[in-house]
Nanobody
Framework: QVQLQESGPGLVRPSQTLSLTCTVS????????WNWIRQSPGKGLEWMGA???????YYSPSLKSRTSISRDTSKNQFTLQLTSVTPEDAAVYYC?????????????????WGQGTQVTVSS
């Protein structure tokens, strides 16, 4: 059974870089698509970006200039970096596995999610 676990700081200062890691167990990140998704207070889920089984990356156009996703296959982990954070980036951040790239059909296409990690942006 595949399990995902997010880790990283819960508090980031404005203008700094947010870095989160997703550790995958029970399956390899060299298959499927591996995504970062967030949910801000009072808003719906927002797809941020993904890394594919071959290491290619794709980003939401609205976040592309500030987002970077990488992976470490030896550790079966993938990482999100979001630069120049503002209070608007405060959210619960999830990593998730999908069968399709760039999909927002959360129920149909995302089979496995991490539990989510709360990120606050404050000085």
């Amino acid at each position: 059974q595949v399990q995902l676990q997010e880790s990283g700081p819960g508090l980031v200062r404005p203008s700094q870089t947010l870095s989160l890691t997703c550790t995958v167990s029970g399956g390899s990140i060299t298959t499927y698509y591996w995504n970062w998704i967030r949910q801000s207070p009072g808003k719906g889920l927002e797809w941020m970006g993904a890394i594919t089984s071959t290491g290619s990356t794709y980003y939401s156009p609205s976040l592309k200039s500030r987002t970077s996703i990488s992976r470490d296959t030896s550790k079966n982990q993938f990482t999100l970096q979001l630069t120049s954070v503002t209070p608007e980036d405060a959210a619960v951040y999830y990593c998730a596995r999908s069968n399709i790239l760039k999909t927002t059909d959360w129920l149909r296409d995302y089979g496995t999610w991490g539990q989510g990690t709360q990120v606050t942006v404050s000085s």
